[in-house]
């Protein structure tokens, strides 16, 4: 068998942008996340690419302007996917992301006493309370609950 018979070609954008080195098997909760699905443009996702420094990845490719990421939520999701700028064809940014110091209307606070459970139309917030731990503390600006973490499939 032949190498280029496992591989598939997905071709250049002229202008957009490619999230990259998303962690295999989660573009499509970033697809949700980003509500890409909402946006009159072209999206490739590519599942379970090739890599050396990962084993496997995905990719995501928008053929929109990058003015329609919100860069926050995706730092939130994962801030080790790499934004790549594409204009004419080439890449003129690399954007690396950082966490977020707050998060609007991402994720929902569980506790059934806080007022965002009450309050229907009041914003979810939630601040970053411990960026050093292994994985990023976030509590809810109202009462204080711990993020379990989780998000959504």
């Given amino acids: ?87 004419d064809g080439k890449i003129i940014d690399k954007k690396h992301l950082q966490l977020p110091l707050m998060v609007k209307n991402v994720i929902n606070c569980k506790n059934p006493r806080c007022i965002t459970s009450i309050e229907q139309g009041l914003d979810q917030i939630f601040v970053l309370a411990d960026a050093d731990s292994e994985k990023p503390v976030y509590r809810c600006r109202y009462c204080e609950e711990k993020w379990d973490g989780a998000l959504k499939k």
């Fill in 1 to 87: 068998m032949k190498e280029y018979e496992n591989t598939l070609s997905i071709g250049a954008l002229k202008e957009g942008f490619v999230l990259d080195h998303i962690v295999a098997g989660h573009a499509m909760t970033i697809y949700r996340y980003l509500k890409l699905g909402k946006l009159d443009c072209t999206v490739a996702i590519i599942k379970n690419a090739s890599s050396r420094k990962m084993g496997k990845k995905d990719i995501i490719k928008v053929a929109c302007p990058i003015d329609y990421l919100d860069l926050d939520v995706l730092g939130f999701i994962d801030h080790n996917i790499t934004v790549d700028v594409i204009k």
